[in-house]
């Protein structure tokens, strides 16, 4: 679908006159300049993309090189999580929301699940991610503001099952490992405050964007600390057996 008559390229700091244009004609909550720029400059698991049309344009007064639109997500190790998506209100049900989406999920390699919130009332989005397999996991209740409005939380499987990523290891195991290893002390303690804070943000009913933003971040700690740690019980098991060496 986004062949040569299309570009798309890493959002720069230059892009954003028009994206916030194309922000503000398809939100109610736009995001601000400040959100943009966290994402851009301060956000290491962020890949930011807009989609431009090539040299010839797209028709229907929109010219070589104009914005079409712009698609923002994370990758951390497990979850990707859609944070941003527009169309050019021009452009809509010619299948670039899809391919935006597509682009997204492939880009994400290794990524077990993608997820995403959509406010109840949107309609088209709602639509396009079931076509796109998504399926409603959850309701957050009045979640939104401007208008007062639920949120969809939606996911899609990208990977099968039997991967072993998660930290779900035998207590007696972690017991050893926590007395060998000072630094799965020290990333469990991590854990444990990153936990902390998540339920201190998670009991506010309304989190303005910036608490969204700073909510993901936390989650996304949390699961990078349990990575370390799963790797640190990884390694701890692979010396274990090769001290104890080959079976008999
Ligand atoms: C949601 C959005 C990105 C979709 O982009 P798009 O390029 O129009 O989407 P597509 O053309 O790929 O649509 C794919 C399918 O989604 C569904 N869909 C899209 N827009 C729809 C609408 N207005 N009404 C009903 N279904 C719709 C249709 O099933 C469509 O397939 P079809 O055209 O073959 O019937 C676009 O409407 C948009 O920018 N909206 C404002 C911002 C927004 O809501 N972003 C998502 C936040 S979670």
Redesign the pocket.
Known sequence: MLDGSFRLIPMQEGDLDEVLA?EQR??NEPWSRKMFLGELHGNTFATNLVLRTGGAGFGEGVGAGALL?YIMFWVVFEELH?M??????E???????????RHALMAAHGARMAL????AS????L?????LEFVQKSVRKGYYNHPREDAVIMMRELLEKGGHTMLSEDPAILDLVRKESPEFKALEESHQRLEHQLAELTQLHFLTPEEEQRKKRIQFDKLATKDKMAAIVRQFKQQRSLAAGPPS
């Open positions: 194309l398809s939100f639109g859609l941003n998506l527009a169309v050019l209100p452009v809509r049900r010619r299948g670039l929301g899809t391919a935006l989406v995403l919130e959509v406010r949107n309609t088209a989005a639509a396009m991610y079931r076509k």
